[in-house]
């Protein structure tokens, strides 16, 4: 239940750091509002609070022209949470409902479509089925307003069944028809609309964002032919639930300090099928981390000793995700068993012979042909749109990652991989084709943690680094870890030679041990501390 004083003089404050953890409807206006909106404070007696915007449309209020409800970071509760309603509200904002129904997300929790509404209705006040609906029209916005789709168009790729329906539905959640919503965003400068093309658009966050230690990581990183990173921006190809696509996320406003009036990162997208669009800006929203709550992680970790100072010395420091979880798990496997370097050209070469390569819009042009195993390949939600006519991505990334099903009887040893690490990434991907293994944001952690446990050759601190990278677990943590203990035997003065010292020391890091781990393994230890 929400706290109403808590809510109110948080609102009246205009404190930011519950932006996204509620929304305030006024009955005297009949609209909703983020609580950072710069309107007027209401008076008391005129207002209420919901949990999530779908709640507030379901009571009638219309989202505010000013605040922007539907553009504000969502709450980072459903982050840290694993449980049934914060599985549930991340299937729904990855468009779940609109690929498989609500029966089908019930089938994916694990329980039945009466359990999944009751517990969702007592948790943030509606269903599944209006928080679809909702989605549905942000992601209609979003399209509406990048001014590169015909409105009929926009109503497919959104989910919408009919135009009417779509009219419907946006005039409800905005208070304006679709064309309204076009003619107050979009110039008109002439320009006929395009039915494909790149859509240029925008990713809010919570501030600050540590934007430099993300594209350090990113480029660390980038599999030749799968990512690539190119001064502040960082292209990859993405593996949709109709096709695939190319997503170029732009860091100069973090990187730069973030002197730009709205926090946000710019993204281009190509996509194969429109209607991805919410699975690919939901994945790029994971894997940078947007989502995260900076000013809880600071709190929690600032008065620690040991991490107090790398915290106020990396600011907005995020714990980055995965475009695909199937991925990120073959490549920390892998890297139980190989340097950084080696595994970089290890990832390349199978991309090469067995990723699918991709056309320039991002559409996957089939199966790779063989090339031997020598080669390596050549060159929540979105927030507002940009501009219509923005360029397609750089030519660069141009093929898929391996799948699953692609390297579950690969001959491994042929790149070069000892008999070990193959076996562990053949059980691997034949636990994740067979759907033994799903590795999402939306599973269970701990069944999830538990089946990586069983599977040969997969060590407990490589299936805390899935936990946390994949699974997005802000709280997973293994003391056994070699880049923990190499960096707290530099800093914690002996700390790291007993490992149940360091997992009583690091009680207090909870539950953001994971980006504890973060602030460990990206710290250069200074020659003093050494």
């Not at 690929?99 to 694990?110: I, T």
């Not at 009466?114 to 006040?125: I, M, S, T």
């Not at 008999?419 to 293994?437: F, I, K, Q, S, Y």
Request: glycine content about 10%; aromatic content about 6%; charged content about 25%.
């Amino acid at each position: 239940m929400l706290d109403f004083d808590i809510c109110y003089r948080a609102m009246a404050s205009r404190d930011a750091r519950f932006d996204g953890a509620f929304y305030v409807a006024v009955t005297s206006t009949g609209v909703y509002c983020r609580p950072v909106c710069g309107s007027r404070t209401p008076k008391r007696e005129n207002v209420r609070f919901f949990r999530v915007g779908a709640a507030a449309e379901a009571a009638g209020f219309r989202a505010c022209r000013r605040c922007r409800p539907e553009a504000g970071p969502s709450s980072p509760e459903w982050n840290v949470r694993g449980d049934l309603v914060a599985r549930a509200l991340r299937l729904i904002a990855g468009g779940a409902v609109d690929e498989a129904g609500v029966a089908g997300v019930a089938r994916q929790l694990a329980v039945s479509e009466r359990h999944l509404h009751r517990q969702l209705v007592a948790e943030v006040g509606v269903g599944p089925l209006a928080l679809a609906l909702n989605r549905r029209a942000q992601t209609a916005r979003l399209l509406i307003e990048a001014g590169a789709l015909p409105l009929a168009d926009v109503a497919l790729a959104a989910g919408y069944s009919s135009v009417r329906q779509f009219n419907d539905g946006i005039r409800t959640a905005f208070g304006r028809s679709p064309s309204e919503l076009r003619g107050a965003r979009t110039p008109h400068d002439g320009r006929r609309a395009q039915r494909s093309g790149p859509l240029a658009l925008r990713l809010r966050y919570r501030p600050p964002l540590n934007g430099t230690a993300l594209v350090t990581w990113l480029r660390d990183r980038a599999v030749p032919g799968v990512e690539e990173v190119d001064g502040d921006r960082y292209r990859r190809t993405l593996r949709l639930p109709r096709g695939s696509g190319v997503a170029e996320l732009d860091l100069n406003s973090a990187i730069s300090g973030g002197r730009e009036p709205v926090p946000e990162v710019r993204l281009r997208l190509a996509l194969d099928d429109l209607r991805d669009i919410t699975a690919a800006v939901r994945r790029c929203r994971d894997l940078l981390d947007l989502d995260a709550d900076p000013a809880a992680v600071a709190d929690a970790l600032g008065p620690d000793p040991l991490l107090g100072p790398l915290a106020r010395a990396a600011p907005g420091l995020r714990v980055p995700g995965c475009a695909e979880g199937f991925e990120l798990a073959v490549r920390v496997v892998v890297e139980q068993y190989a340097p950084l370097d080696e595994a970089r050209r290890l990832y390349g070469r199978l991309a090469a012979r067995y990723g699918e390569p991709v056309g320039p819009t991002g559409e996957a042009v089939g199966p790779a042909r063989e090339t031997g195993p020598g080669r390596e390949a050549g060159p929540g939600q979105a927030d507002a749109a940009c501009d219509a006519g923005a360029p397609a991505p750089a030519v660069g990334p141009d093929r898929l990652f391996p799948s699953a099903t692609a390297l579950a009887d690969a001959d491994l040893a042929a790149f070069g991989l000892g008999d070990e690490p193959a076996a562990a990434v053949r059980a691997l991907a034949r636990a994740t084709a067979d759907g033994t293994l799903r590795l999402g944001r939306d599973a269970d952690r701990e069944e999830v943690t538990a089946r990586l446990l069983a599977l040969p050759g997969v060590r407990p601190w490589a299936v805390q680094r899935i936990a946390a990278h994949a699974l997005g677990d802000p709280d997973a943590f293994d003391p056994e870890d070699p880049g923990l203990h190499h960096r707290t035997h530099a800093l914690a003065l002996g700390l790291a030679d007993s490992p149940a010292a360091l997992v009583r020391h690091a009680r207090g890091w909870r539950p953001w041990r994971a980006y504890a781990a973060m602030h460990l393994r990206l710290t250069r230890p200074s020659r003093r501390a050494t």
